[in-house]
């Protein structure tokens, strides 16, 4: 009796998983289908990536982690303030998200200096 449910409890867990197996072509059809349902995600959400007016007075300048901004470039009017909406992680104290044209930084605000660098965020 106690074979037949050791047998039966493998076969529950076996049956299903070799069911489930897809070939090659419906793994890539699939993994296609999730590509394009993203872009149609971020199609009918651009106002989220495109949100606010972020146009500087200054002309574009390409950064690099470690670099050393001016005030200018990191105040208030370019924080992101809500970096949930665009899934970015949360800053850690005295760090804020900045966005630069379409680039993204993380910017210490006490120094100037910037930390991570996302380029061609907002498309």
């Known amino acids: 009796m106690r074979k037949i449910i050791i047998l039966g ?3 529950a867990t076996v049956v299903p998983s070799v069911a489930s197996a897809q070939s090659y072509g419906e793994a890539r059809r699939s993994e296609q289908r999730l ?3 993203w872009q149609d995600y971020r199609r009918s959400h651009r106002d989220v990536y495109r949100a606010g007016n972020w146009n500087a007075p200054f002309r574009y300048s390409r950064w690099n ?3 050393q901004l001016r005030p ?3 105040s208030s009017r370019y924080y992101i ?3 949930y909406r665009y899934r ?3 800053p850690a ?3 804020r998200w900045v966005r630069h044209y379409n680039d993204v930084m993380l910017v210490n605000v006490r ?3 910037v930390m991570t660098v996302h380029r061609g965020f907002f498309w």
């Open 9 to 11: 409890l493998l076969a």
């Open 35 to 37: 590509r394009e349902d």
């Open 65 to 67: 982690a470690g670099a």
């Open 72 to 74: 200018a470039y990191y």
């Open 81 to 83: 303030a809500d970096p």
């Open 88 to 90: 970015l992680p949360r």
């Open 93 to 95: 104290a005295n760090q």
């Open 111 to 113: 120094t100037g200096r």
